[in-house]
């Protein structure tokens, strides 16, 4: 347990260093940029992209989330189990097709920017959630449910008050890893002019600077880590507070 915090310590005062002082790594990443070439990508400051890639990242799941639990919600009551194939069709087909053909297709409608990189990262995150909340409502202990309906709660109370919340931990791993999709998909983003750290590992591969590239993929990796790890922590909160 000390290790791990101290591990995450460390990871997250590296993260910090990146993002602020990356001045600091001149010297790390000077044997991987070309001859006379710049070492650290000064184009944008690292701190507005990495809060642009976050805030892209954030309200794509949160879109993402809200439509899969409610697809998940409606799929497991009785009146809409039948469009349960159909809803996990949809969510499948967001997994199967590729990010880059959604922004393509995207572009011409809302143009270049934020909004293609959001559609795309909303569909790719829709399938983890979606059938992790399916499973989490659908293994509910039957003995806590019926207790709920045996109290008189009714059907939009027993929801809110036992199974959401009785089925947060599963679902919450679901959104664990929309998110962490989310944050190395998004770096395609800046293709379509989106920005995000994907803007720094572009230039490195158009200019043949491979320090560029060892910089925005170290920042997108370390923040994809860190979130996962916080997102687990909240997890095994969770459960821990539910008797699981």
């Given at each position: 347990?000390?290790?791990g915090r101290i591990l995450r310590s460390v990871l997250i005062a590296l993260l910090l260093a990146l993002v602020l002082r990356p001045?600091?790594?001149v010297p790390i990443f000077a044997p991987f940029a070309p001859d006379g070439?710049?070492?650290?990508?000064?184009?944008?400051?690292?701190?507005?992209?990495?809060?642009?890639?976050?805030g892209i990242v954030t309200l794509a799941s949160a879109a993402a989330t809200i439509v899969a639990v409610a697809l998940a919600i409606l799929v497991t009551r009785?009146?809409?189990?039948a469009f349960r194939p159909l809803?996990?069709?949809?969510?499948?087909?967001?997994?199967?097709?590729?990010?880059?053909a959604v922004l393509a297709l995207a572009v011409p409608a809302l143009g270049f920017g934020a909004g293609p990189t959001l559609v795309a990262l909303f569909l790719y995150g829709l399938l983890p959630i979606f059938e992790n909340a399916v499973t989490a409502l659908t293994s509910l202990p039957r003995a806590t449910t019926q207790a709920a309906r045996g109290i008189g709660l009714s059907r939009l109370q027993r929801l809110l008050r036992v199974e959401l919340p009785l089925a947060l931990p599963v679902t919450l791993t679901g959104i664990r890893l929309s998110i962490v999709i989310g944050?190395?998909?998004?770096?395609?983003?800046?293709?379509?002019?989106?920005?995000?750290?994907?803007?720094?590992i572009i230039a490195g591969l158009l200019t043949n600077n491979t320090a560029?590239?060892?910089?925005?993929?170290?920042?997108?990796?370390?923040?994809?880590?860190?979130i996962y790890d916080?997102?687990?922590q909240l997890e095994l909160y969770l459960t821990g507070r539910m008797g699981g």
């Open positions: 347990m000390k290790t001045d600091w790594f070439g710049p070492v650290i990508y000064q184009r944008a400051s690292m701190l507005s992209l990495s809060l642009s890639h976050l009785p009146a809409g189990a809803s996990r069709t949809i969510t499948n087909m967001g997994q199967t097709f590729p990010p880059v944050l190395g998909t998004a770096t395609i983003g800046s293709t379509v002019a989106a920005r995000t750290l994907g803007e720094v560029y590239v060892l910089q925005g993929g170290l920042i997108v990796g370390l923040f994809a880590v860190l916080a997102l687990v």
